[in-house]
């Protein structure tokens, strides 16, 4: 069993997409710019929000207007409005994924040290980590900040474990897109990829899959290998 599990956030511990989705759409509508369907917003996330706002900004354009360019003061603007009224509306349709709770929790009662390493604002990850899993004790919560990289950079990684005082051999990242994936190569540390996020099962191809909360709970708590490697 692992002593460190580094967990993405979105996709992989909450379903944040439909809220994600509205402050998008209400930040568009306020330029009388297309909307885009929630799905779509499916592909657009887990770059950070500006990446975000941008492709869902370009997507508008070129489906009203043929082009794609959108200038950084469009998107600075654009991005303001979405940062407002999500910062507003966070929690109005964002829940944990069945089970996660309740396996967060096993985890910490059997000594396991976790950490959140997430591409969302800082201040957006750490109300959402806050409001949903209140009573864990997380190593630490990092998100998007100010002179911070954002994943894939190894630094993620390095941090958890230099506060945590694990060693990478005993850490394990989860995450549900190949960002995650390449940010614990990154990091030298081993990866487990969750199917219920936000990514395809053709974009996680080739890496060690779990396909439900239970499978998930038996190789962090029980160390049995209820998952799959994808395309082989």
Do not use: C
Not at 102 to 123: C, H, I, P, T, W
Not at 180 to 186: K, P, S, V
Request: overall charge negative; cysteine-free.
């Amino acid at each position: 069993m692992k002593k460190l599990i580094l967990f993405d956030l979105d996709g992989t511990l909450l379903d944040t997409l439909e809220d994600l989705s509205a402050a998008v759409n209400h930040a568009l509508a306020l330029r009388a710019l297309p909307l885009h369907a929630v799905e779509e917003y499916r592909h657009m996330v887990g770059h950070g929000v500006r990446n975000l706002v941008q492709q869902a900004l370009e997507a508008s354009l070129a489906a009203m207007t043929g082009s794609d360019r959108a200038s950084d003061t469009l998107v600075d603007e654009t991005l303001a409005d979405f940062k407002s009224y999500y910062q507003a509306h966070i929690d109005v349709h964002t829940r944990p994924y069945p089970g996660i709770p309740e396996l967060l929790a096993d985890l910490d009662s059997y000594g396991v040290r976790m950490a959140v390493a997430s591409n969302k604002f800082q201040e957006g990850t750490e109300y959402l980590v806050g409001r949903f899993f209140p009573g864990i004790p997380f190593v630490s919560i990092l998100g998007n900040r100010p002179g911070a990289p954002l994943k894939p950079s190894p630094e993620i990684v390095q941090e958890v474990l230099r506060l945590s005082g694990v060693s990478p051999e005993d850490a394990l990242l989860v995450g549900d897109s190949p960002t995650d994936i390449r940010t614990a190569a990154n990091g030298g540390i081993a990866a487990l990829a969750v199917s219920w996020g936000y990514r395809s099962a053709e974009e996680l191809s080739g890496n060690r899959i779990v396909d439900s909360v239970a499978a998930l709970r038996a190789v962090l708590l029980e160390g049995k290998v209820h998952s799959k490697t994808n395309g082989n």
